[in-house]
């Protein structure tokens, strides 16, 4: 495999903060939205946007993690038990601006997943994707993030790998190639 680094060390932490200022443009003070991160890897962008976003508005804002696990079209087509994540929404969604969010956007398919499961919490006002990888090109289903990291274009044999500090040890992304 060949690997490609996009994004590390200064430049990752510069991408978060100035998606939290995109994110502050639109949404002021916070009152009426919450942050949603999606299982697995999106609740590490969330909690993260989540932690800037109170350093720079001094009060915390709303942040959950969704499970998808039984809302995905493919769950049934998996060999093997599937293990849920845990889902942890302990506020009211319902008439709130709801800002999703997931590390990789590739196939859409995800995105579509976590829409049906966050209705379980209620009807949001309304529901904006954040993003930290774009995956462009590469679409199932016609899904657009409102707030993007960085786009990539890549090709479907290739694959984005975002590691974390707080799992992986450094804050990174990489593309992915095999070798020929």
Known sequence: MQN???????????TIQRLCRQ?????????????IGIQPRGIYLARRVA???HKILGKPVLQGDLDITFYRDDFRRREGPLV????????IIEGKNIILMDD?????RTIR???DAMLAFGRPAKVELLTLVDRRYSRHIPVTANYTGIEVDSIAS???????KETDGEDKIVLLSEIK
């Open 4 to 14: 490609l680094t996009l994004l590390d060390g200064k430049k990752f932490q510069i």
């Open 23 to 35: 994110l502050i443009e639109n949404h002021n003070d916070f009152s009426e939205a919450i942050l």
């Open 51 to 53: 932690d800037e976003l």
């Open 84 to 91: 849920p994540n845990q889902t942890r929404i302990d506020f």
């Open 104 to 108: 990789v956007l590739w196939t859409g």
């Open 113 to 115: 997943a976590a829409m």
């Open 158 to 164: 290739q694959k984005v790998v975002v590691s974390w």
